[in-house]
């Protein structure tokens, strides 16, 4: 329950779904999480969430898309905090349509607030990870699944993470600084609003989950990034782990 106790966390897009989950479980681990997101009033809820199940944690106001805010945010969590341990790069803008109709503007949007973001943040944080840092980025199985069609953008987002995570485990090793990431499968208010649009489609995708369900972005996805950033994970670098109930085959 305390294993991240003295672990100060930065996590982005964590006003609502994986990112909020993500929070809480690192808070309920004994971590002070610094909550980034684009709407102070979502960040601000969940950080008195947090403070409410007796956790530490801060709101900040972020876009991730904009370079110089990304290094006032790295600045002001050091100062609310005294450290900066553990980042997860989980914000990022969903990018849907088939390749010959998708608009470039949106496909540009995904590869800033993914891709780019991510490095610009893992860079930001870098000096003050140095030496027993953890950092977990979010992929997506999109970018693994056979047939990507109508998620060609993001899935090619994604993959540009886990690229850019491979490398910084690989180039940050001698710093004491583990990278990995995620492939989530959760329940999320974009996945709701799709489900009840297109119920025919949910209930088909659903099926290609061999536990059945989506998971729980606190009580499924959270853990798995707790275990991560733990003492346990202390000799996984570099890896991408599907956090999926079975849907994703890592080859």
């Known amino acids: 329950m305390n294993c991240l106790n003295g672990e100060t966390a930065l996590v982005t897009g964590a006003g609502q779904g994986v990112g909020r989950g993500i929070a809480l479980a690192l808070?309920?681990?004994?971590?002070?999480?610094?909550?980034?997101?684009?709407?102070?009033?979502?960040?601000?809820?969940?950080?008195?969430?947090?403070?409410e199940r007796g956790?530490?944690?801060?709101?900040?106001?972020?876009?991730?898309?904009?370079?110089?805010?990304?290094?006032?945010?790295?600045?002001?969590?050091?100062?609310?905090?005294?450290?900066?341990?553990?980042?997860?790069?989980?914000?990022?803008?969903?990018?849907?349509?088939?390749?010959?109709?998708?608009?470039e503007e949106v496909y540009q949007r995904g590869m800033d607030s993914g891709p780019t973001a991510t490095l610009r943040l893992m860079r930001a944080c870098h000096p003050h990870l140095k030496g027993r840092g953890s950092i977990v980025n979010l992929g997506s199985a999109a970018g693994v699944r056979w047939d990507p069609s109508g998620y060609g953008g993001?899935?090619?987002?994604?993959?540009?993470?886990?690229?850019?995570?491979?490398?910084?485990?690989?180039?940050?090793?001698?710093d004491g600084i583990r990278v990995n990431a995620i492939l989530p499968l959760a329940n999320s208010p974009a996945l709701?609003?799709?489900?009840?649009?297109?119920?025919?489609?949910?209930?088909?995708?659903?099926?290609t989950v061999p536990l059945?369900?989506?998971?729980?972005?606190?009580?499924d996805i959270g853990p798995a990034v707790v275990f991560l950033c733990s003492p346990a994970a202390h000799y996984i670098t570099g890896h991408s782990l599907p956090v999926d109930g079975g849907q994703a085959l890592m080859r």
């Open 27 to 51: 808070a309920a681990a004994g971590a002070r999480v610094a909550l980034a997101g684009r709407t102070a009033e979502k960040v601000e809820k969940v950080a008195a969430e947090i403070e």
């Open 55 to 103: 956790g530490h944690a801060a709101a900040f106001e972020c876009d991730v898309t904009d370079a110089d805010r990304i290094d006032r945010l790295v600045e002001q969590v050091v100062a609310r905090f005294g450290e900066l341990s553990i980042l997860v790069n989980n914000a990022q803008t969903t990018v849907h349509g088939r390749l010959l109709e998708l608009d």
């Open 154 to 174: 993001y899935a090619a987002a994604k993959e540009a993470i886990r690229v850019l995570t491979r490398t910084a485990a690989c180039e940050w090793a001698a």
């Open 192 to 207: 709701e609003v799709w489900a009840q649009e297109s119920p025919d489609e949910a209930r088909a995708y659903l099926d």
């Open 212 to 219: 059945g369900r989506l998971g729980d972005p606190e009580a």
